[in-house]
């Protein structure tokens, strides 16, 4: 079965700073995607960036970008210049194309020191 | 556009009732979805729906049932409640089952006593 670890419960980072949040995955398949997710106070579930496993290129969004590395099956989510409004749970999910079921891990809590 | 509303925003129920949670989206997404999120488990599934009419089990189904008699909405019912439903239910769509982004309401907050 296939399953998520964030093995970083919290993570601290001063505003302007980079961060980088931990994520690994086991699967045996070679088709799905993964995703980073974020959860602010508010509850909202906010995705952030995704990634096929197809690509080779990491993917990024404005401030945010991931470190895939297929054969290790880690999937790292960096959050440059850190910003006050990045304080949230982030939590990496996988989506595997034979289970079709979206996994996710226990979420890491991020706190943002101005 | 409002995207995947749900309702209630939070509830209090006592234990034995029959409680439905609702979830509408206005987005045409074909698949939606049911989780629960508890503290240290993160998020799980519960019942997911790839098109209007059809549903199937997840990770956490039993105690739990769905239908999906249009595209837009997809209650959650619990029959008889108990304390271990005490959670927060997210509903989530996305344009096709398996392959495609989930986008996420806001959730609703359940206590049952």
């Known amino acids: 079965a296939q399953t998520v670890t964030q093995s970083q419960p919290e993570m601290s980072v001063q505003e302007a700073e980079t961060v980088t949040l931990s994520c690994t995955y086991d699967?045996?398949?070679?088709?799905?995607?993964l995703f980073w997710y974020k959860q602010p106070p508010s509850r909202q579930m906010i995705l952030v960036i995704r990634?096929?496993?197809?690509?080779?290129q990491n993917a990024t969004e404005n401030r945010f970008s991931v470190n895939f590395q297929k054969a290790a099956k880690s999937f790292s989510l960096k959050i440059s210049d850190s910003q006050l409004g990045d304080a949230a749970m982030y939590f990496c999910?996988?989506?595997?194309?034979?289970?079709?079921?979206?996994?996710f891990g226990t979420g890491t809590l991020l706190a943002v020191q101005p | 556009i409002a995207g995947i509303t749900q309702a209630p925003t939070s509830q209090i129920l006592a234990a034995g009732r029959r409680m439905t949670l609702r979830c509408t989206q206005d987005?045409?997404?074909?698949?939606m979805y049911w989780y629960r999120q508890d503290l240290g488990l993160g998020l799980r599934l519960i019942h997911y729906?790839?098109?209007?009419?059809?549903?199937g089990k997840g990770e956490v189904p039993d105690g739990y049932s769905v239908s999906r008699a249009n595209t837009d909405d997809f209650p959650l019912t619990l029959a008889s409640a108990v304390p271990s439903q005490t959670s927060v239910y997210f509903c989530?769509?996305?344009?096709?089952?398996?392959?495609?982004?989930?986008?996420f309401g806001p959730g609703t907050r359940l206590l049952v006593l």
């Open positions: 989530a769509s996305s344009d096709s089952y398996g392959q495609e982004t989930q986008y």
């Open positions: 699967t045996s398949e070679s088709d799905y995607y």
């Open positions: 990634q096929e496993a197809y690509k080779q």
């Open positions: 999910a996988y989506l595997g194309g034979a289970t079709n079921k979206l996994i």
């Open positions: 987005m045409r997404h074909n698949a």
């Open positions: 729906s790839n098109t209007a009419g059809t549903t």
